[in-house]
C-alpha cells in the first residue's frame, strides 16, 4: 500500500520560511517522481514543485521559482519542500505526490500526471 505523510505545515508571517517533509511507505521512493502540489480555497491544485526519480531534475512553477527548493532522501524515504521568502498568497493546503515517471517531469508536475496523494497539510502565510 503507497502511502504518503505531509508534515511541517504551520502559520508563518510574511518572509518567513517552512520546511514541508514527505514521508513515504510501502514503496521505492527512488523509482518514482515525487511532486509538491498546493491547493488555495476556491482554487484548482496546482503543481508547485516536482522532481525526477532518475537525476534529480526539478521543475518549479513560476510563482515559486527561486523561493522553494524541492530534494529528496531516498534512503530516509523522505522527500522535502524548503519554502523562502512566504507570501500571503502562498496559503494553501499542500500535498505530496508520487508516480513513476513516464514523462518529463514538468509534464507530470503540471499535467499532474500522479496516482498517489498525501492528505495534505495547511500553511498559512499571515501577519
Known amino acids: 500500500q503507497l502511502q504518503l505523510v505531509e508534515s511541517g505545515g504551520g502559520l508563518v508571517q510574511p518572509g518567513g520560511s517552512l520546511r514541508l517533509s514527505c514521508a513515504a511507505s510501502?514503496?521505492?521512493?527512488?523509482?518514482?517522481?515525487i511532486g509538491w502540489f498546493r491547493q488555495a480555497p476556491g482554487k484548482e491544485r496546482e503543481g508547485i514543485s516536482c522532481?525526477?526519480?532518475?537525476?534529480?531534475?526539478?521543475y518549479y512553477a513560476d510563482s515559486v521559482k527561486g523561493r522553494f527548493t524541492i530534494s529528496r532522501d531516498n534512503a530516509k524515504d523522505t522527500v522535502y519542500l524548503q519554502m523562502n521568502s512566504l507570501k500571503p498568497e502562498d496559503t494553501a493546503v499542500y500535498y505530496c505526490?508520487?508516480?513513476?515517471?513516464?514523462?518529463?517531469?514538468?509534464?507530470?508536475?503540471?499535467?499532474?500526471?500522479?496516482?498517489?496523494w498525501g492528505q495534505g497539510t495547511q500553511v498559512i502565510v499571515s501577519s
Open positions: 505526490s508520487a508516480e513513476i515517471r513516464i514523462t518529463t517531469v514538468q509534464t507530470m508536475c503540471v499535467k499532474k500526471i500522479f496516482g498517489s
Open positions: 510501502g514503496f521505492f521512493l527512488d523509482y518514482y517522481a
Open positions: 522532481i525526477s526519480s532518475s537525476d534529480g531534475s526539478t
